[in-house]
């Protein structure tokens, strides 16, 4: 992309996603009272970009909702465009998801995005500034500057949004939140998380490039991204998240499901700052384990500081005593932790909370007559879709997904400088103290 036609400013960041096709928008046929589309037999038509893998599985998952029409299918890959057309004989389909958006117009009501991380804000973008609602997957974005763009883009317009953290609305997690916010434990001052993951990529160029597989659109993949030749088994299907291109590591890819639940228990803000323990930086891959320590500001669940402190790889803690807990916080030293989980330490106690499982509160002796909150669990995407037809409000829209995104792409920024703090000031969108940490918030957008 030619310096002079690079995105410069935000305002010319929200317009990229518009660009002609925003334009192509009219509005639609039938409008509710809370200002969603749907189709005249009351039906919320959607449009999905990326149909294999994750995108497969939001196809089915969405679609059981009674409501539901899928209009239109966009994958780069023809093998899963195809696979997903036999489920959904009834969709138009494309390659390319300008495209697809142009086309439809108001024929379309909401677009669900399941691509790699690096195209979920050039796309979910393109969708909004067209007025559609978008269901996209998580972590939010690739960059800081794309997931502040997306909040703002979806308040400006007021639009139904869901990132894909499918269990945040499951009934473990909802009951872990009414937890902590009814004080079992105190005010928390620590959170510990981590992932036994490893979505990193440690190694050296790679070698051997072939032509892409004549299914498979290359450019289209590639989308906003630097142009590359193709090598197989390294980008697509997958693969691609241990790459700082594409993908956002094991902190961004699991961290986000994992921070989640203490991100929304204590309504935390934005970091103070993160700082990142690892390799040096190769400019290829994510490093395949990392230690990420913030500190966020104080809030009414937490005390005077948060400090919070991330795991992955192998450098995840095998047992309490690794986690370095002082005694009176009454979890035994051996006591052998699961490979993914959080777990905060309060002024009363301390609870662990696997991912996805119940959790277990310590001392144990003390909480043994502790009545849990009964809480139901919720459908991710039944809410997202009835939160298009007016009737409810979605539990993690960007408004939510945006800073916590934010949060965690700040570590992942982190990763490339070392040992260093990175002091942040949200409000500015910037780092204070490196100024090299500023050209990574955010990367120029090829033209494709
Ligand atoms: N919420 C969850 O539990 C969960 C689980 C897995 C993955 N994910 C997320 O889902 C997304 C996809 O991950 P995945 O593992 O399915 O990746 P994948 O590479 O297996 O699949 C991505 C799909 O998108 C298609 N695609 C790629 N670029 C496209 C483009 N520009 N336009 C249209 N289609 C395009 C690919 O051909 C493929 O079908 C990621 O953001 C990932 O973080 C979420």
Do not use: F, I
């Given at each position: 992309m030619p310096a002079a036609s690079r995105p410069t400013s935000r305002r010319q960041f929200l317009q990229l996603g518009a660009?002609?096709?925003?334009?192509?928008f009219i509005a639609p046929a039938v409008r509710t009272v809370r200002g969603s589309y749907v189709s005249a037999a009351g039906k919320l038509r959607t449009a999905h970009v990326g149909v294999g893998g994750m995108g497969g599985s939001d196809l089915k998952s969405i679609s059981?909702?009674?409501?539901?029409?899928?209009a239109a299918l966009c994958d780069v890959d023809a093998t899963r465009l195809e696979a997903a057309l036999k489920l959904h004989p009834g969709a138009q389909t494309f390659r390319d998801y300008r495209e697809m958006i142009a086309a439809l117009g108001d024929k379309v009501d909401a677009v669900v995005v399941s691509t790699p991380d690096h195209t979920h804000a050039p796309a979910a973008m393109a969708a909004m500034q067209a007025g559609k609602p978008v269901y996209c997957q998580k972590p939010l974005t690739h960059e800081v500057f794309e997931a502040r763009a997306m909040r703002e883009l979806a308040q400006q317009k007021g639009l139904v949004t869901q990132m894909g953290i499918q269990v945040h609305s499951s009934a473990v997690y909802r009951r872990a939140v009414r937890m902590i916010q009814s004080g079992v434990i105190g005010k928390v001052s620590e959170v510990h998380a981590w992932s036994n993951k490893n979505w990193g990529y440690d190694g050296g160029p790679f070698a051997k490039t072939e032509a892409a597989p004549a299914t498979l659109n290359w450019n289209l993949w590639l989308g906003t991204a630097a142009e590359r030749p193709y090598t197989p088994g390294v980008y697509h299907p997958g693969q691609w998240r241990k790459l700082i291109d594409f993908g956002t590591g094991t902190l961004g890819d699991m961290g986000v499901h994992i921070f989640d639940t203490p991100y929304a228990a204590l309504e935390l803000t934005a970091p103070k700052w993160a700082k990142t323990t690892c390799r040096t930086p190769t400019g290829i891959g994510h490093p395949e384990k990392n230690v990420v320590e913030y500190e966020f500001p104080q809030t009414k669940?937490?005390?005077e500081s948060l400090k919070w402190k991330w795991y992955d790889g192998?450098?995840?803690?095998?047992?309490?005593g690794d986690l370095g807990l002082s005694a009176k916080a009454g979890v035994p030293a051996e006591f052998a932790l699961p490979g993914q989980a959080s777990l905060f330490v309060g002024e009363e106690g301390v609870m662990l909370l696997p991912h996805v499982a119940e959790p277990t509160l310590f001392p144990e002796k003390k909480f043994a007559d502790y009545k849990r909150p009964d809480v139901e669990a919720g459908n991710h995407y039944h809410e997202f879709v009835d939160a298009c037809l007016g009737k409810t409000k979605t539990s993690a829209p960007f408004a939510y997904a945006g800073p916590l995104t934010e949060a965690l792409l700040l570590g992942v920024v982190a990763n490339r400088f070392p040992d260093t703090k990175l002091d942040w000031d949200a409000a500015a969108l910037?780092?204070?103290?490196?100024?090299?940490?500023?050209?990574?918030l955010r990367s120029a957008y090829r033209k494709f």
């Open positions: 660009g002609a096709v925003g334009a192509a059981t909702h009674p409501l539901l029409e899928v669940y937490t005390t192998d450098l995840v803690p095998k047992t309490a910037k780092v204070t103290n490196v100024a090299d940490a500023n050209k990574l």
